[in-house]
């Protein structure tokens, strides 16, 4: 068979750290290639260099089986290469058709030609059968279409050689079936793919093969039907992993926290539209709940108003029975809320603070950090030492790291410590395992249900289904702004489930 | 990963390079100027302050006393993630509370100056907490804010002295001279640098560097502070009120600049607030004394003693037919290399990085376990 892509024995350094060392990834035409690994397993630098962003150290590059040098991306697309971000690159306020030529217009005279790419888009369209409407504006449609813009992009350029980078992190499973029969479609064409990815359910269901990284090494490479998951996870992660929780039935207790009718008017002029809508639930003691849904249906806007960084228009929030709707946001923190936010870098952390700093981010000015308005450095830097042995925070000058040079996993880890540290009646924890590894995902999950059987009330949201299945137990769906299901995840598929977050089927919550 | 934090040279060495940048280009210029007179002005600008001796020294440390002040309140604020603009406005606000009180307070005996100093420093916390409340409640960028108020108190100074006559000398055209109580002492500073115009104003510039530099390191103030600067929205998250937050870091640099006003009017130096249409440019030296010290408050002092130490030596160009306007041309170079500072860290960190790297591929055994995250976020 012949290899389109051969990346021989690539060797890159940074100071300290081998990032990649010694690996070989050979894709084969036609072929879903997945690509394994954890966060700081190395995937990413294995692409950067194959962009040619990074120059390896050693090790060489075969493209159909030519040694090639790249110096560049460009130099990357002219060889057939394209790839589809996590984070997609596209200008919002044009239109598909405007974004899939970007870069490449036709034009005659100065003056751009768009009917020679209309007709061109329209025909991959069809024969790939991605279908999208070339004159919308991109933020208008679904997340789903716009990765499909990603890929036809890379179709108008010819590139035969699709590289996706963890694409199914932002889609409903609805979208995520439909991105699967895409990539096959692809591949039936003739197109070779590699897939990158820490979701092994999904290389299962569309991978030819799998490269496994462990911490910059080259682990092996599989046939996907001839291994099993946990076999997967165990090359992955180096030791045995557990995939599904281990947990207890819940025993729920007394109620912890309280929202009542609680509704946000949307801040963007011209809508009226409430974005959390009447929302009404109960969490009990000993009980993880969760609020699942696609993003954007008001989630973040429902978290914000409990803890205070947002407003809410109306409603009531009780904390162990004391209303404290209009309480501050520190009362609220030392009166038994903990809360692991969604966005890491804008609320989580302050980046240029060092881990130390940033660990006692909410408990700086208690006695125990302080005396007098000064800050007791030691027992801050002893507090961070215990929570980094503690939590395996992984970084390169430990404590006095600042937190903006530690790996996206490590400061989540940072934060999800910190919170949980704090021992408090209720956790919100909003997507705790977002961009994170399975070794991490297991021992947070772990740790999220350590903290339920301790006695804590546990809010989760979360995008990610499997999350859901497993750790809640209640599910609560969202769907623009209200809640339209309250669910037993023992008596729920995921199919049904997915019906419910699409707004496709409805059951009014009972008032539990 | 024990290992104790190595200090981060990087920023001193590129303040460093900016001046050396800095006084070489001064060279060229001088050489373009006047060839035959080139070397021995250079000789002078890098020597001149000790041409009277002590008395040179107490010069330099008089100079320099107002662009600390002012160089500590633009760095403060920076630290705390504002742009300190208006310091000239607090400054001459500030200068003017002390005049006032300098000439008008009468019957106050010995504590007149403490007095005079610290209106001063009130009324520059009050020019500076007004763009600090447009900032945290209506969301003005400060920079444009504390701009107006520079006109406002240029003008709004301007005016009352001339409209007031207790304080108006109509016939200089500027302020009274304050009382002699109304002066700082000399603090036994007169005896170490005799016949020169130091006074206790420097050491209490060097005090206030030193609590500045205390509140933002060793305080749960200071902790506050930085992070509001660092991110806001961290900060609201966890429960700091990073409006309160905003507004007491422009009331701090307002005053700080306030200070260096009063200091500068009590100095006992025959300094009078002239009415000129010009806003005092104390407050945008301040900036540069600021930049050249990396904002931290020890460097801004040292910074601050630098530049007056090149100012004095400026001078004494005149004796080579230079116009002193040179020396304003070699700090204005020096803080535009310092401007550069982060590519100068950058180069330098690129310098170390290929050094270690050579170590690194001796030294990493292949199977280490404490190898830490990849390349994941590069």
Redesign the interface.
């Known amino acids: 068979m012949d290899y389109v892509i051969e990346m021989l024995n690539i060797t890159?350094?940074?100071?300290?750290?081998?990032?990649?060392?010694d690996i070989t990834l050979r894709l084969k035409q036609g072929e879903i290639h997945a690509l394994l690994g954890e966060?700081?397993?190395?995937?990413?630098?294995l692409m950067?260099v194959l962009f040619g962003l990074?120059q390896p150290e050693k090790g060489v590059i075969k493209v159909k089986g030519k040694e090639v040098k790249i110096r560049g991306p460009l130099d990357a697309n002219a060889l057939g290469i394209g790839m589809v971000h996590q984070h997609f690159k596209l200008v919002h306020n044009f239109t598909v058709l405007q974004n899939i030529v970007l870069g490449m217009e036709t034009t005659k005279g100065g003056i751009i030609q768009m009917a020679d790419a209309r007709k061109k888009v329209v025909e991959l369209s069809e024969k790939y059968n991605l279908l999208v409407d070339p004159d919308a504006i991109i933020s208008d449609i679904t997340v789903g279409m716009q990765q499909r813009v990603e890929i036809l992009k890379m179709l108008y350029r010819d590139n035969d050689i699709l590289i996706f980078d963890e694409p199914t992190a932002v889609l409903t499973p609805q979208e995520i079936d439909e991105l699967m029969r895409i990539m096959k479609d692809l591949t039936a064409e003739g197109k070779s793919i590699l897939f990158i990815t820490h979701k092994l359910n999904e290389i299962k269901q569309v991978a030819d093969r799998c490269t496994v990284l462990r911490?910059?090494k080259y682990i092996g490479t599989v046939d996907v039907a001839d291994t099993d998951k946990e076999q997967m996870s165990e090359m992955m992660v180096g030791r045995k992993v557990n995939l599904t929780v281990e947990k207890s039935e819940a025993k729920p207790g007394e109620v912890v926290m309280e929202v009542k009718d609680l509704c946000v008017k949307s801040v963007r002029e011209g809508h009226t539209k409430n974005v959390v809508d009447h929302v009404n639930f109960q969490v009990r003691k000993g009980e993880i709940v969760c609020i699942a849904g696609i993003d954007g249906n008001g989630q973040t806007e429902l978290v914000h108003a409990i803890?205070g960084?947002g407003n809410m228009s109306e409603g009531q929030i009780l904390i162990n029975g004391e209303d404290v709707t209009k309480k501050?946001?520190?009362?609220?923190?030392?009166h038994g809320l903990s809360?692991i936010?969604e966005d890491r870098h804008?609320?989580?952390?302050?980046?240029?603070?060092n881990l130390a700093?940033n660990l006692v981010?909410?408990q700086?000015?208690e006695p125990r950090f302080?005396k007098g308005?000064?800050?007791k450095?030691k027992e801050i830097n002893e507090y961070a030492d215990l929570l980094i042995e503690k939590y395996d925070i992984?970084?390169?000058?430990?404590k006095?790291t600042i937190t903006r040079s530690?790996?996206?996993?490590?400061q989540q880890k940072a934060i999800v410590a910190r919170e949980i540290m704090r021992n408090p009646d209720i956790l919100l924890a909003v997507q705790p395992t977002r961009g994170l590894d399975v070794g991490a995902i297991e021992y947070i999950h772990n740790q999220l249900v350590a903290q339920r059987d301790s006695g804590s009330a546990i809010l989760l949201v979360s995008l990610e289904l499997d999350e859901v299945m497993n750790l809640s137990d209640r599910i609560l769906v969202i769907y623009e702004g209200a809640i339209v299901a309250d669910l037993d995840p023992k008596k729920v598929t995921v199919q049904e489930l997915g019906l419910y977050m699409a707004g496709s089927k409805r059951k009014e919550a009972d008032h539990a | 990963m024990l290992k104790k934090k190595k200090f981060d040279y990087t920023g001193v060495l590129s303040s460093v390079f900016a001046i050396l940048i800095g006084l070489l280009m001064g060279f060229v210029i001088l050489l373009l100027c006047n060839p035959s007179q080139a070397v021995p002005g250079f000789f002078t600008i890098l020597t001149g302050a000790f041409t009277h001796g002590a008395k040179g020294v107490g010069q330099v440390f008089y100079y320099s006393t107002t662009i600390i002040l002012t160089g500590l309140s633009v760095g403060f604020a920076f630290k705390t993630g504002l742009f300190n603009i208006g310091a000239s406005g607090q400054f001459i606000v500030g200068g003017f509370g002390a005049v006032y009180v300098g000439i008008m307070c009468k019957n106050l005996g010995s504590i007149h100056w403490v007095v005079a100093l610290l209106t001063g420093v009130v009324l520059g916390a009050l020019w500076g907490m007004i763009p600090g409340l447009l900032k945290a409640f209506f969301n003005v960028n400060e920079v444009i804010s504390a701009i107006m108020m520079n006109y406002i108190g240029m003008y709004g100074v301007n005016w009352f002295v001339k409209s007031y006559k207790p304080i108006f000398n109509n016939i200089r055209n500027e302020s009274k001279p304050v009382l002699e109580t109304a002066n700082i002492p000399k603090m036994g500073l007169d005896k170490l640098f005799p016949e020169s115009s130091i006074n206790g104003g420097f050491l209490i510039a060097v005090l206030v560097v030193i609590l500045v530099y205390i509140v933002l390191d060793k305080t749960t103030f200071g902790y506050e502070l930085k992070a509001v600067g660092y991110n806001r929205d961290a900060s609201r998250y966890a429960g700091i009120n990073e409006k309160k937050s905003i507004v007491l870091s422009m009331v701090i640099a307002g005053a700080i600049a306030g200070l260096a006003g009063a200091c500068l009017y009590l100095a006992g130096t025959g300094k009078h607030i002239e009415i000129v249409d010009v806003i005092a440019d104390e407050g945008f030296t301040g900036i540069s004394v600021a930049l050249l010290g990396l904002c931290h408050p020890i460097g801004v002092l040292f910074a601050g003693i630098f530049i007056a130490y090149l100012t004095a030596g400026g001078f004494y160009l005149q004796l080579f037919e230079f116009s002193v306007e040179i020396i304003d041309i070699i700090v204005a170079i020096i803080i535009y290399f310092s401007a550069f500072a982060l590519m100068v860290k950058l180069i330098l960190s690129k310098l170390e990085k290929k050094k270690g790297m050579a170590e690194q591929v001796n030294k990493t055994p292949p199977n280490d376990p404490k190898q830490e995250r990849g390349g994941e976020e590069a």
């Open positions: 890159k350094e940074f100071p300290g750290i081998i990032a990649n060392d966060n700081g397993a190395g995937k990413s630098t950067s990074y911490r910059g803890t960084i501050s946001i520190r009362y609220k923190n030392t809360h936010p804008k609320h989580g952390l302050v980046l240029d603070y700093y981010l909410q700086y000015f302080s308005g000064f800050l450095k992984r970084s390169g000058q430990g006095e530690m790996s996206g996993g490590n």
